[in-house]
């Protein structure tokens, strides 16, 4: 085990946050995992995978545990199915291509979402018509504290709308080591509801699209939409799209009959918050180092030097500004990360 001491997270945040870890150690085995976690006394480890989704508010003091697992193995296979058990390290981009390119689906309108596989059940992705647990089949995780590991099924997950166990009463005890996919080998069933999907495919005179034309196109819409971490810091959508009952949509829709809208149901409806959060003028606006992109008011940036609380302020005043306006609360889709070492 190699640990190393008062290291800069900067390169393991998509944000670019410049906090700092007292004690860091990467781990690329579970025997590490468990050794690291033996060695913590009177302490909370912070867990870290691709860092993608989460603000680092402040430096965090005692250990940082980066998980650094790989591997891509055959869990199952009939002629109609596949179950691939991937290991919690691995980039979740780079594992949708995989099984793009062996036409394996069910993953591909979830192309180019940043992070790591291990963290993808936490948040329950997704994006385009497809969540992860569409495709979710269990996982397997380590107690923090027992060093048990325990499987999770399915339902044991309790995934919601960015929502799973691990985000609630399982926040915090355990840590994801590899995830296991049920993916189609055949028959594939291609989600092309959203429109922004079928322009692109209208474009490309692409009339039976399989798994890569989806993946594709995906690609193509983020690209346009969503600035590269790698040039410009971000974690993607920061809000979560929220929620309303129809009625308080229907007392909306009469003052701003152009909002947007998909349902969710016969009582609820979802409102895009990138659409509230333009509407309240923030869209590409920037205050220091801190901003909101020129192309997709839902998405915060870092331009240079900014940190995770001043990201975090601007955040906060973009939520009292569309509470004020609409009497809706939006909730960050991203971690709040401050030190958590007890």
């Not at 050794?35 to 508010?57: C, Q, R, V, Y």
């Not at 979740?92 to 180019?112: D, K």
């Not at 999907?197 to 989806?214: R, S, T, Y």
Request: charged share 20%; glycine share 8%.
């Amino acid at each position: 085990m190699n640990l190393q001491h008062n290291v800069s997270l900067k390169d393991y945040n998509t944000f670019g946050i410049s906090a700092k870890a007292e004690s860091f150690v990467s781990v690329t085995t579970e025997d590490e995992l468990k050794e690291a976690l033996s060695s913590i006394i009177d302490s909370t480890p912070f867990i870290l995978g691709g860092g993608s989704n989460m603000l680092l508010k402040t430096d965090l003091s005692g250990l940082v545990i980066h998980i650094a697992l790989k591997g891509i193995e055959v869990f199952d296979e009939n002629a109609d199915y596949i179950w691939l058990k991937v290991a919690a390290g691995e980039n979740w981009h780079e594992f949708v291509m995989h099984c793009v390119n062996l036409e394996y689906g069910g993953v591909e309108n979830l192309a180019l979402i940043p992070g790591n596989v291990g963290t993808s059940p936490v948040q329950n992705i997704g994006a385009y018509g497809v969540e992860l647990k569409d495709t979710f089949f269990s996982c397997t995780a380590i107690h923090r504290e027992t060093l048990a590991e325990k499987t999770f099924s399915l339902s044991a997950c309790k995934f919601g709308y960015r929502d799973s166990i691990f985000k609630n009463e399982a926040k915090d005890a355990y840590i994801i080591t590899s995830v296991t996919f049920k993916l189609s080998k055949t028959n594939h069933k291609l989600h092309t509801e959203y429109g922004a999907i079928q322009d692109i495919l209208k474009e490309q005179k692409i009339a039976n699209p399989g798994i890569k034309d989806i993946a594709e196109a995906v690609i193509t819409i983020r690209s346009s939409k969503l600035p590269d971490p790698a040039v410009l810091g971000n974690s993607g959508s920061f809000f979560k799209n929220p929620v309303i009952s129809k009625t308080e949509f229907l007392k909306l829709q009469q003052t701003h009959p152009e909002i947007p809208f998909y349902t969710v149901d016969d009582d609820f409806i979802k409102v895009p918050a990138g659409w509230l959060i333009e509407q309240a003028g923030f869209k590409g606006k920037r205050f220091g180092d801190a901003g909101v992109h020129s192309k997709q008011a839902l998405v915060l940036v870092n331009y240079n030097n900014a940190t995770g609380a001043e990201i975090w302020d601007l955040a906060i005043r973009i939520q009292q500004e569309v509470q004020q306006l609409f009497n809706i609360t939006i909730q960050p889709e991203v971690n709040i990360i401050e030190d958590r070492t007890i």
